[in-house]
C-alpha cells in the first residue's frame, strides 16, 4: 500500500511544527504524508480562563471529529492536552521523545519582585496554584493564547513576568535569555511529550506510526496520566505528576501534587520504586494523597470550577 498519511494539526506555529516533525520521521521511514492543519475552540476563544470552557479535550475535539469524520488519519498533540480518557474508537498510537519537562518564568528585566510584591501571568491553574503557595504576595492574571501570542501579550502588559513550557519555547527557538528554571514547580502531566492518536483499526497507519514510539516516554507519561486520572475523576484541577526513569538504579522517580486554587492547601506525594512496579505507580500515589486529605479538597475544586 502507498497511501499518504494525513496528520491533523491545530494551526499554531508550535503546533505545526510538531506536526513537521511527526512528517520528516514518517517520510524517513519512506511513508508518504500530508499536514492538514484546523484551529481548535481553546485557540478561537481567548477571553476566558480555560477551565471556564470546559478545558478537558479543549483543544483536541476539533481534530478527534476530522479523524472520524475521515479527514486526517492521525493528530499529533503535546500530550499534557489531550484527556486521559480518549473518544471512542481513537487510540495512543505513539509517544515521541520527551523533550524539557520543566516550566521557566520569562520576566522583563529585574527580578526584585520576587523578594517583594508582583504580578505574574498564566492561564494554567496549576501554575498559578503552585506559584500562590510559594509566592503568597503575589497577584496572578489569566494568559491565554498560543506560545507567540502570549509572549506578545507580555510585551505588551505591565506584568512583572509569565509562566511558560520550556519545550514549547525551545521548539520554536523563542526562549528568551531573561527566564528562570522553575526546577521546584512540578510540571502537567505529560509536559514535554508529543502523542500521536490514530483511529483503533487503521492498522496501516497503527504500524507506521507505532516506529515512532519512545518506551521510555510511553512509561514515564502513563504514570504521570494514570495520577491525573485517579485523581481528577473528569474534573480539572491543579495538578502536577513528574516520572522520571533512573537508569543507574532502574527505578522509577515520581513526584506529584494537588493543590488549591489559591494555593493555600497542598499535597505531595514522592516514590522511588523498582522500574517492575510502573503500571500502577501513578494509580497508588494518587490514592494515598486522597486517603490523605485530597478527597476533601478534590470535591471542593469540583465545586468551585462548576460555578
Not at 47 to 54: F, Q, R, T, V
Request: with cysteine; glycine share 6%.
Amino acid at each position: 500500500m502507498n497511501k499518504i498519511i494525513r496528520i491533523g494539526t491545530r494551526d499554531s506555529e508550535l503546533a505545526l511544527w510538531q506536526a513537521n516533525t511527526v512528517s520528516k520521521q514518517l517520510n524517513k521511514l519512506g511513508y508518504k504524508t500530508e499536514i492538514i492543519a484546523v484551529k481548535a475552540d481553546g485557540d478561537i476563544i481567548l477571553d476566558k480562563p480555560l477551565y471556564e470552557l470546559g478545558i478537558t479535550g479543549i483543544f483536541t475535539k476539533t481534530l478527534d471529529v476530522a479523524m472520524i469524520a475521515g479527514k486526517v488519519d492521525i493528530a499529533v498533540h503535546s500530550m499534557k492536552d489531550v484527556p486521559t480518557a480518549l473518544p471512542q474508537s481513537i487510540v495512543q498510537a505513539a509517544v515521541l521523545k520527551r523533550g524539557n519537562v520543566h516550566d521557566i518564568l520569562v520576566h522583563k528585566g529585574s527580578t526584585d519582585f520576587l523578594e517583594t510584591n508582583g504580578t505574574i501571568a498564566s492561564g494554567s491553574l496549576r501554575r498559578k496554584a503552585q506559584w500562590l503557595n510559594k509566592y503568597p504576595n503575589h497577584k496572578v492574571e489569566d494568559l491565554r493564547g498560543n506560545v507567540n501570542t502570549r509572549l506578545q501579550k507580555l510585551k505588551d502588559n505591565s506584568w512583572n513576568a509569565a509562566i511558560f513550557a520550556a519545550a514549547g519555547l525551545e521548539r520554536i527557538n523563542l526562549k528568551p535569555t531573561e527566564f528562570i528554571n522553575l526546577d521546584w514547580m512540578i510540571p502537567a502531566p505529560a509536559q514535554g511529550a508529543m502523542m500521536i492518536v490514530a483511529m483503533e483499526n487503521d492498522n496501516y497507519v497503527l504500524d507506521a506510526v507505532a516506529q515512532l514510539n519512545d518506551i521510555e516516554t510511553e512509561i514515564c507519561t502513563h504514570i504521570e496520566r494514570q495520577f491525573l486520572r485517579t485523581l481528577e475523576g473528569g474534573c480539572t484541577a491543579p495538578i502536577g505528576a513528574l516520572a522520571i526513569y533512573n537508569e543507574e538504579e532502574d527505578t522509577i522517580v515520581f513526584k506529584g501534587n494537588l493543590l488549591s486554587i489559591d494555593g493555600k492547601q497542598k499535597f505531595e506525594i514522592e516514590k522511588n520504586v523498582p522500574i517492575n512496579e510502573w503500571k500502577k505507580l501513578g494509580f497508588f500515589a494518587a490514592k494515598e494523597i486522597l486517603e490523605n486529605g485530597g478527597e476533601q479538597l478534590m470535591k471542593e475544586l469540583r465545586s468551585q470550577l462548576k460555578k
